[in-house]
């Protein structure tokens, strides 16, 4: 007896002895069709996920920090997206891992196949990222509806409040403070005086601008400014500008232009002053002089 018919022997021994048990071959195919739609969604996952990263840099104020150097990098580093980023890591090794369990791993070395990987996603994610998808998956999210409130909290840290910078549309102008419209409503951003590097007359009603500091219960001290051009300024901000306020008139004072409370972040004390005001039919800006001293 050879030594083919030997192994054929005592394969068909374990068989009959129940120690090797036969498999369908549909089980086999169901496995691999089940492996194979796994990496697919995975892939696909960490394309979706790589384009709303680049997204979120591109249309927050996050990277506009670095433009303050060394003193932009702590609000840098509170407005990065740290949670796409973590989606993105773990659903790139999960497809990496569902590589290496297919017949793919035994044709190329799993290095050259992970980097192919890595462009695959590196490439599409980047053209989706400037395609409407990214956008309408935001619009989903804070307009709270259809399948992108899966991803609030990954794309609302987008616009909420930092501790160390704060982006927004001037106004009001004082001598030493100013009032934002951002995407949490209005906000007082104070400055200290005779700051060289801040000329609070170089700043206009409507212009938008950036601005590092730190954050107070009610008010923003800030340390550095820099003007935004419109088209420039980050595109989520100002779309969540527009949610937040709505367009309206602030030289208004009928009853549909009264002041929302979720608009004020001032002190409880203010912010009952501005809305007493206003409801006196006094314009919303001079009630901005009465009241916030």
Not at 165 to 180: K, Q
Not at 194 to 209: T, V, Y
Not at 235 to 260: C, E, V, Y
Request: glycine share 6%.
């Amino acid at each position: 007896m050879n030594q083919s018919e030997q192994i054929e022997k005592k394969i068909m021994s374990q068989i009959k002895s129940g120690r090797v048990k036969l498999r369908s071959k549909y089980l086999f195919l169901a496995k691999k069709l089940g492996l194979n739609s796994g990496l697919v969604l995975t892939i696909a996952l960490s394309i979706l996920f790589f384009s709303l990263a680049l997204f979120y840099l591109r249309t927050t104020d996050s990277l506009n920090y670095l433009w303050f150097g060394q003193d932009g990098i702590v609000a840098f580093l509170e407005s990065f997206p740290y949670m796409l980023v973590a989606g993105l890591i773990l659903f790139l090794f999960a497809a990496g891992y569902l590589i290496s369990r297919t017949e793919w791993s035994y044709h190329r070395p799993f290095k050259y196949i992970f980097l192919a990987l890595l462009l695959v996603v590196l490439a599409t994610g980047s053209l989706a990222a400037y395609s409407g998808i990214s956008e309408n998956i935001e619009n989903q999210v804070f307009e709270k509806r259809g399948p992108g409130m899966l991803f609030n909290p990954f794309i609302s840290p987008g616009i909420k409040p930092r501790s160390s910078g704060i982006a927004g549309r001037v106004y009001y102008i004082e001598e030493d403070y100013i009032i934002l419209e951002t995407p949490r409503g209005l906000e007082k951003v104070i400055f200290m005086p005779h700051d060289p590097k801040i000329n609070i007359q170089d700043l206009n009603m409507g212009e938008f601008i950036i601005a590092i500091g730190s954050r107070n219960p009610y008010n923003f001290q800030a340390k550095n400014i820099k003007l935004i051009e419109q088209h420039q300024f980050p595109a989520m901000i100002k779309r969540g500008i527009h949610r937040q306020l709505h367009p309206w008139d602030p030289n208004n004072t009928s009853s549909s232009t009264l002041f929302a409370p979720e608009w004020l972040n001032f002190d409880p004390i203010t912010n009952k002053c501005i809305r007493d005001c206003h409801i006196d039919q006094t314009p919303p800006r001079e009630c901005f002089k009465h009241c916030l001293k």
